[in-house]
């Protein structure tokens, strides 16, 4: 029967489509790996537009305040990620001969390897499936030999992968350490106290230590993890589709594409926002790692206070915060891996099985028909494929909410770089006190002074300032000559030590000129002194090393002489020698503590030491031999004391009055100290003159009793 005219066109056509089939096969496949690698980069770049809301997020940390109606910045996988991803990896990554770019090199080509035995495997199940159902035991056995032959280089490289994954998470931790612990503690060249500045004048970041140790090493893991977990699934797909257009046709190909980007849309559409939570969920750790430091610090005035119940409360509410945010997250995340497993695994399998059934059900133009085990072969082979290509289409998938946790730690790990950068140029995010706000107080703030290196100490004109914009002093006028010891006096909370932070550099000046040396000529002693971990030579030499100690010329008999002048030279038999290491604070007294502190003054021997206190817990007459011998070392002390025993070893006086005025003088020790006597002689007669009082009443009384009782008796 004669074909109708429409039967007719559809036999050219499908004769013109058997004739051309290799170049439109050709043609599907090469518009596959196009599509297949722009879509990977549309997603993972396609809300790289900035909205006006992440416009405002830019550059700014997680939950940072500078006012009322400042937001935490919103966290996304946007341009601002990638803005400080790719300020980061230069970092991790300085070039291309560095050690990290060759392990991303190895880590590539052992992908591009597991991707090349993962095809060779896939054939060889369809090789060995077929031989079991034409019952060909001889190839059977040859093709199972195979398989525990292709096992040696899968395994290996598998493990080598894991490797070279931990190594590279541990270079990029130790090049991003580095660089933060310069910028951080600073340099030999460069000591800009950025720890100090970080801690005290901005309030951005309020636990450093756990981003430098936590933060970054989570995001270094998440960045070693997230190559392999894009790179390779993105490979897989593109290889694994490749070979199985080869084996069903691009047709199905483009078929199984349409299912899968639709309700893969669909899956994207469900994914929450992972990102924001992992930065979250950082933050949270933060709060309540600082909570429990603070409690240790703190410990011994808490245990007098009988504080346990309050310290408790605030741990616990911290750690339900945590609790509770990560209780949500994990809700999240067990709906979400619900629809991810079955879109991914379910619905993409039943695709793929519909996919690879079309080679047995329909006659495909320029194929052949095959028997029952070269089919059999094909559609094993293909269905390890798909399974590999749908696995590989999930992980890419799932590579984005990884993407969504990293954009998480780098907002983390970019925010401690931002603030460090801003805190070394001098922009400071702290809160201000209600009085800075006034208009006489802003103006002060917005100044900016000058410092002049010089051998004497000159202040002029400067304000003195709190980081929170309390103006202490408006104007501050004094000088110290090498030599001229000055005394420092006034009430609390006037600006005693504020000045000393100003002559070490750790504050800023909002005005006038300060006119002192460098800050390395400056030594401090508090009254509680710092006291290092190491042993007891490291207390006093610190923060030299016994090296440098050798190399000064300094040696044991040195330190032990040192020691005697203090009266503490006994302490080195009594601990057991100078390689003894303690926990010193807890070790020594208060007043040896302070002892110690000025043995490391009289080794390191500056131009200036700023006593604060220092000699509060030392008795009268040591006080003295320590103060005589700073004396006879050249050192010129700037001191904050009450004492009137250490009025006699200086000759200038700065006194505060706490109300924002103040005076400088010489100091004549011997007429303050009868001035002083004076004063307390005329309180102590002050002090009496209620008590006399009432005996001058209780002898009015008793005088006026004795009258009445005379006249009672004339009468």
């Known amino acids: 029967m004669p ?18 089939r290799p170049l439109i096969q050709r043609s599907l496949t090469a518009a596959f790996v196009f599509y297949a690698l722009s879509t990977t980069y549309n997603g993972l770049f396609s809300r790289s537009s900035l909205s006006p809301r992440s416009s405002k997020g830019k550059g700014k940390g997680i939950g940072t305040k500078s006012g009322e109606d400042k937001k935490p910045a919103r966290v996304a996988v946007d341009a601002v990620f990638y803005q400080r991803l790719s300020r980061i990896l230069r970092i991790v990554i300085p070039s291309l001969r560095s050690k990290e770019a060759m392990l991303l090199f190895m880590h590539s080509a052992l992908l591009v390897f597991r991707t090349i035995i993962s095809l060779y495997v896939a054939a060889l199940d369809g090789k060995i499936v077929a031989s079991l159902v034409r019952a060909q035991g001889l190839p059977f056995l040859l093709n199972i030999f195979k398989w525990l032959m292709v096992a040696i280089p899968a395994t290996w490289t598998n493990s080598q992968l894991n490797y070279i994954q931990t190594k ?23 000591q800009d106290k950025i720890y100090y500045k970080l801690a005290n004048l901005d309030d951005r970041i309020k636990n450093p230590d756990q981003m430098i140790t936590q933060d970054i090493q989570r995001f270094s893991s998440h960045l070693a993890a997230i190559y392999s977990n894009l790179a390779k699934p993105v490979l897989d797909v593109i290889l694994y589709n490749y070979q199985l257009s080869r084996n069903v046709g691009a047709e199905g190909l483009v078929l199984l594409t349409i299912l899968v980007q639709s309700s893969a849309a669909l899956l994207r559409a469900l994914t929450p926002a992972f990102g924001a939570f992992a930065a979250h969920s950082a933050q949270l750790a933060g709060a309540l790692h600082h909570t429990h430091s603070r409690l240790v610090e703190f410990s011994e005035e808490v245990a007098f206070y009988g504080g346990e119940e309050t310290e408790k ?26 629809v991810e497993e079955g879109i991914v695994k379910w619905l993409w399998g039943s695709f793929g099985l519909g996919i690879c059934a079309i080679p047995v059900f329909f006659k495909i133009p320029g194929v052949h028909s095959f028997d029952l085990g070269s089919r059999t072969e094909g559609f094993v082979t293909n269905r390890r494929l798909l399974l590999s290509s749908s696995d590989a289409f999930g992980r890419v998938m799932y590579s984005y909410k990884d993407l969504s946790e990293l954009a998480g730690y780098t907002a983390r790990v970019s925010m401690l770089l931002d603030t460090m950068a801003d805190v070394k140029k001098g922009k400071f995010d702290k809160a201000l006190v209600s009085s800075a706000s006034t208009e006489e107080n802003a103006k002060v703030l917005k100044g900016r002074g000058r410092v002049i290196e010089s051998e004497e100490i000159r202040f002029e004109n400067v304000p003195i300032v709190t980081p929170n ?17 000055l005394l420092i006096v006034g009430p609390n909370g006037c600006g005693k030590s504020s000045l000393f932070r100003i002559l070490g550099g750790l504050w800023p000046i909002y005005g006038g000129v300060v006119h002192k040396p460098p800050a390395d000529q400056f030594i401090l002693i508090p009254q509680r002194p710092y006291l290092s971990l190491g042993t007891l030579r490291d207390q006093v030499i610190y ?3 016994r090296t440098e100690m050798e190399h000064n010329g300094v040696t ?6 040192i020691l005697a002048t203090v009266q503490m030279d006994h302490i080195v038999e009594r601990e057991g020698g100078w390689d003894a290491a303690r926990e010193w604070r807890e070790t020594l007294s208060g007043g040896d503590q302070q002892k110690i502190a000025w043995a490391r003054l009289f080794y390191h021997k500056p131009e200036y030491a700023v006593l604060d206190e220092a000699t509060s817990l030392v008795p009268v007459e040591i006080e003295g031999l320590m103060m005589q ?36 003088t010489r100091l004549d020790a011997e007429k303050r100290l009868a001035l002083q006597q004076e004063k307390e002689a005329l309180e102590a007669r002050l002090l009496e003159v209620p008590k006399m009082r009432t005996r ?5 009384k008793a005088a006026g009793e004795r009258q009445r009782w005379s006249e009672m008796v004339q009468y």
């Open 3 to 20: 074909l109708k005219p429409t039967d007719q066109q559809i036999a050219r056509l499908a004769a013109a489509y058997a004739q051309h």
């Open 168 to 190: 590279l998470a541990l270079a990029y931790r130790t090049r991003l350490t580095k660089e933060v612990m310069t910028e951080y503690l600073g340099t030999e060249e460069d």
């Open 313 to 338: 409360m605030l741990v616990e509410r911290e750690y339900a915060g945590l609790v509770k945010h990560e209780n949500m997250v994990l809700g999240k995340r067990w709906w979400h891996g619900c």
């Open 469 to 485: 914009g309390d103006v202490l002093l408006r104007s501050l006028n004094f000088y110290v000559k090498p030599g001229q010891h």
């Open 543 to 545: 923060p030299h090393s």
């Open 556 to 561: 044991d008999p040195d330190l032990l002489r």
């Open 629 to 664: 011998h700073a004396t006879e070392l050249g050192i010129t002390l700037l001191t904050v004391s009450h004492r009137p025993s250490l009025w006699k070893y200086h000759s200038m006086i700065l006194q505060y009055d706490g109300q924002g005025g103040y005076v400088f």
């Open 696 to 700: 001058l009443e209780e002898l009015r």
